[in-house]
């Protein structure tokens, strides 16, 4: 769902622009409560694997693909502050290095993908866990509703500043049934995979899960008959921090092989905002991308001919440069509230 330039007017775009540099804002504020000695190292790891799972581009229908937001797997995995900092990571350099995603619509891309997902998953997220029974069956079933809703509700956003600031002329009605009926299905995907990595990293490290902490259900110990609560623990053994190093590792040789390997299986054909912009006509006024020139614009190393080693090398590079950047955001971040506690 990059929306390039073009799809919405200037006025609009810039309004855009200044709401989600004030959600960044907040999130950077936000993030300092969130970011500690189990998120902040996992964090920037959480940008780069959202990077490399938007290349798999997966087909929801004849002749559409969708591809994942990583709202709500953010927010689930790091926390929502920090959540909006990743996804805003990952299209500034999507727009910058691969010319994914148009740069005078970079704010319209935060607002949509990063800020209406992520408020949308991880409040729906939290309401679930709460009625749900506690325990990581909840986590899972309460990720996959969470990621699911969300995207649909990214695709109610765009149309609504589609109908404040749509450069072309097409019924939003229209707009709104195509984007949230494609999106639906979409989400579908997104929320499978989702599921499939919260679950993963909660039966392997479930303290890394933010979202997760303080659900495990209480120990209950048989006294006379009748099931009571254990008392706690005085004391709880530290966890291994060479765990949380495993899962790193692991999670960033997954990156690499998914953006250099994977990708190039992908499908090819035109992600949801595409489709419907091009049957509905809202793409009739789209601009060239400014950084079209870009050596690694459309996800490909400039003279680089054969097109799977072209793929995977730009895909190595965004891993390599997104985990680099989002780790550098988040270092400071935490530096910062360290520095604050001092």
Request: hydrophobic content about 55%; overall charge neutral.
């Amino acid at each position: 769902m990059h929306v390039p330039d073009g799809f919405i007017n200037l006025p609009v775009s810039a309004t855009a622009g200044v709401v989600a540099a004030g959600a960044v804002a907040v999130s950077l504020r936000g993030a300092r409560r969130e970011l500690d000695e189990r998120t902040a190292p996992l964090a920037g790891l959480i940008a780069a694997f959202i990077f490399a799972v938007q290349m798999l581009n997966f087909p929801v229908a004849a002749g559409t693909s969708g591809h994942l937001l990583g709202g709500a797997l953010a927010a689930i995995l790091v926390g929502p502050f920090t959540g909006v900092l990743c996804i805003a990571v990952v299209l500034l350099l999507q727009g910058i290095l691969f010319a994914d995603g148009g740069l005078t619509a970079l704010g319209v891309n935060i607002l949509v993908m990063g800020v209406v997902t992520v408020v949308v998953a991880y409040a729906l997220f939290r309401l679930l866990v709460k009625v749900l029974p506690r325990g990581r069956r909840s986590v899972a079933v309460a990720s996959f509703v969470a990621a699911l809703v969300s995207v649909p509700a990214a695709a109610a956003a765009f149309t609504l500043l589609y109908a404040i600031g749509g450069t072309t002329d097409v019924p939003i009605g229209t707009v709104l049934s195509a984007m949230v009926g494609v999106h639906v299905l979409i989400g579908i995907g997104e929320a499978v995979i989702t599921m499939l990595t919260v679950g993963a990293v909660v039966a392997v490290r479930p303290d890394l899960v933010y979202g997760a902490r303080g659900l495990s259900a209480p120990l209950k110990l048989r006294v006379g008959g009748e099931l009571v609560d254990a008392e706690p623990a005085s004391a709880v053994a530290p966890v291994s921090t060479g765990s949380a190093r495993h899962v790193w590792i692991a999670g960033l040789a997954a990156s690499v092989v998914l953006a250099g390997v994977v990708s190039f299986y992908a499908s090819a054909s035109p992600d949801g905002l595409e489709k419907v912009a091009a049957d509905q006509g809202i793409d009739r006024k789209v601009e060239d991308h400014a950084a079209a020139d870009s050596p690694l614009a459309d996800y490909g190393v400039k003279d680089v001919d054969d097109a799977r080693l072209s793929g995977g090398l730009a895909g190595v590079i965004g891993v390599g440069a997104t985990v680099a950047a989002g780790t550098g955001v988040f270092w400071v971040v935490r530096r910062r509230r360290t520095v604050e506690e001092v």
